[in-house]
């Protein structure tokens, strides 16, 4: 395989910014999650916090603000819907896959 035709590929492929669980308290899960893994507290509130890995993200989320679900980064996420600009920065919009899957429609930075 050509290197450097793998790496050209991989640019143009869209992004899984992040993958979204419920928790009942989001404090006491961050401080699970850091005393057993090698992850940084990039946002941390009340309602979520968002732990970075080294190959991805993890959000922590409690059900009465955000469901559990899929971040996905791409081009032109706005097709999907108007965006919303959250408390962190990023642009977004929710939409379900055919299976009711939850994904979070992420606007590149």
Same mark, same amino acid.
């Given at each position: 395989?050509?290197? +450097? $035709?793998?790496?050209?590929?991989?640019?143009?492929?869209d992004?899984?910014? &992040?993958?979204? #669980?419920? =928790?009942? /308290?989001?404090a006491?899960?961050?401080?699970?999650?850091?005393?057993n893994?090698?992850?940084?507290?990039?946002?941390?509130?009340?309602?979520?916090a968002?732990?970075?890995?080294? +190959? $991805?993200?993890?959000?922590?989320?409690?059900?009465?603000?955000?469901p559990? &679900?899929?971040? #996905?980064? =791409?081009? /032109?996420a706005?097709?999907?819907?108007?965006?919303?600009?959250?408390?962190?920065g990023?642009?977004?919009?929710?939409?379900?896959?055919?299976?009711?899957?939850?994904?979070?429609?992420?606007?590149?930075?």
């Amino acid at each position: 395989m050509d290197h +450097n $035709t793998d790496t050209t590929e991989q640019a143009a492929l869209d992004s899984i910014h &992040h993958l979204a #669980i419920v =928790v009942t /308290d989001v404090a006491a899960s961050v401080a699970w999650y850091q005393a057993n893994f090698k992850c940084a507290v990039t946002y941390q509130d009340a309602t979520w916090a968002l732990l970075k890995f080294a +190959n $991805t993200s993890m959000a922590l989320v409690i059900p009465a603000q955000h469901p559990p &679900h899929i971040g #996905i980064q =791409v081009d /032109d996420a706005a097709r999907f819907g108007p965006l919303t600009t959250h408390r962190d920065g990023t642009r977004s919009v929710y939409v379900n896959d055919p299976d009711g899957n939850a994904l979070e429609m992420m606007a590149r930075a």
